[in-house]
């Protein structure tokens, strides 16, 4: 008995809500532009460009012959074209694009949109005229010239560099721009070199599986389109860091990483699946389990992250066409550590035990045969009704069976947006958020605020981990006094945390 392509179902499942994201008003100026809250609701002022990069999963549907007769009648080459079309209003007079705020110039949306737009003209081919090829040219060409002229400076964030240079490497090929490809060989190298030898790449501040499934996703793509432009050791070491995290329930890292993510995408795997073993082995684990939303996709995304989770299932389900039975014969191993990352990793037959460190002892157990269980890292409110937290690790021992870490405590603050400040926030975007260096300056500025700063420490809290069970019992040694919170949560920034999943 033939498998159903389990990419496609999930595909199938979600097509209905994302075709409903795209205008198909051919009489006013919203044709094609994929946000709704812009042109339907109209309670934004401004779309969302990363919307548009759904061109490259329209255009690859346009070959897939094997989609429920439901969705026969949807011309997905139109479609793609419309999005790209519509792109060009979007476009600031300096070739960026916004996500969050107008006149943002975003360096990661604007590479995402251009990469995804240049594959959908790339997959639509001969059946694009020479003339809509043209003009698609003519309005992606700001969008790459924006790219060799900026820089992303407010941290290193590894799948945008990534994903960028995929962007560079399809812009170059296609038009035989050799500064594309160059510009490219910078991203690519300034990941390498912010790599760590355990096989993570930077995000931000530490290590994360989700988002280092998306930077391998762009990564994979540019190895198979441009192989000379990167090591495929490099790739290999990536994917090993990645295997552990697929855990004994079906879901991945849970939260683990310094972005808090539990998503996985496929198509890094699934592309690698031949020459990795470790691919072929999360490639096989992401196919037995996505259908059942065991890790966060495509079902649990919203509207911000969409288009890049569409993308990534319409890849994978082509190549598991291609590809239909998947063999992998990696073992985990039951032991692994990261210390640099601050993650420890433990697997037995039934059971997968996850420890941060750098978030202070935070323990995920999942059971094969039960749900997740996540304990949070030691929270604190002192009487006054301040809030603490155990982070960034001192110390980490192993002692019989545990380990014993000691972190700092610090206080946190969590931030919800209020009328006033956005009101700020539009201001200066619409004035000197128009510049460059301005702009630039406010990114560094709020990704500290939000993201990177460390408060003062007021004291150290030890929390004794059973790797086995992932049960815990805490030391606290604290200049005030603290009484213990039953608090969960993640008091940061993080926009891609907090997805459900089985």
Not at 32 to 47: E, L, M, Q, S
Request: overall charge neutral.
């Amino acid at each position: 008995m033939k498998l159903k392509n389990p990419y496609q179902i999930v595909l199938e499942r979600n097509l209905p809500r994302v075709l409903s994201l795209v205008s198909g008003d051919s009489l006013g100026n919203t044709l094609g532009i994929a946000d709704r809250r812009y042109w339907a609701w109209k309670t934004v002022d401004f779309p969302n460009a990363s919307m548009q990069s759904l061109a490259g999963g329209f255009a690859r549907l346009s070959k897939r012959s094997n989609l429920d007769d439901s969705f026969a009648s949807i011309d997905f080459s139109r479609l793609a074209l419309d999005l790209i079309c519509a792109i060009r209003p979007m476009t600031s007079r300096s070739g960026g694009l916004a996500e969050a705020f107008p006149e943002e110039n975003s360096f990661c949306v604007t590479g995402q949109v251009l990469s995804e737009a240049m594959d959908a003209l790339s997959v639509m081919g001969s059946n694009l005229s020479a003339a809509d090829r043209q003009e698609s040219l003519s309005l992606l060409s700001p969008l790459a010239n924006f790219l060799m002229r900026n820089d992303e400076t407010h941290g290193i964030i590894s799948n945008h560099l990534a994903t960028t240079a995929l962007a560079m490497v399809r812009w170059g090929l296609s038009t035989g721009d050799d500064r594309a490809l160059l510009r490219a060989e910078s991203f690519l190298a300034r990941i390498k070199r912010h790599s760590s030898d355990e096989g993570w790449f930077v995000e931000y501040s530490g290590a994360d599986p989700g988002y280092q499934t998306w930077a391998l996703a762009s990564l994979a793509q540019i190895f198979d389109e441009a192989p000379g432009l990167i090591d495929q050791d490099f790739l290999v070491a990536g994917m090993r860091f990645l295997e552990p995290f697929a855990l004994r329930n079906g879901t991945f890292a849970n939260g683990a990483g310094a972005r808090f993510t539990s998503f996985l995408m496929a198509v890094g795997p699934e592309l690698m699946a031949v020459s990795i073993p470790e691919a072929a082995f999360l490639a096989s684990f992401a196919r037995r389990h996505i259908v059942q939303h065991r890790f966060v996709s495509l079902d649990a995304v919203d509207e911000p992250n969409l288009a890049p989770f569409f993308n990534d299932v319409v890849r994978s389900a082509e190549l598991f066409d291609q590809t239909p039975s998947m063999n992998s014969d990696v073992q985990q191993h039951p032991v692994r550590d990261f210390p640099e990352a601050g993650l420890y990793v433990r697997h037995t037959d039934v059971r997968s035990v996850v420890i941060s460190a750098e978030r202070g002892g935070w323990v995920c157990v999942a059971d094969a045969a039960g749900p997740t269980h996540i304990n949070s890292e030691p929270v604190f409110r002192d009487p006054r009704g301040r809030l603490f937290i155990a982070r960034s690790a001192i110390d980490v021992k192993p002692v019989a069976g545990s380990l014993v870490i000691k972190s700092y405590i610090r206080r946190v603050t969590i931030r919800s947006q209020s009328p006033k400040q956005f009101l700020l926030l539009r201001m200066f975007a619409m004035s000197l958020g128009k510049w460059r260096a301005p702009r630039e300056l406010a990114k560094k500025f709020l990704a500290h605020l939000l993201l990177t700063r460390k408060e003062k420490s007021v004291g150290v809290c030890e929390r004794i981990v059973d790797t086995r069970t992932g049960a815990s019992s805490e030391r606290v040694h604290s200049r005030i006094e603290l009484s213990k919170s039953h608090l969960f949560g993640a008091p940061h920034h993080m926009a891609s945390y907090g997805y459900w999943r089985s």
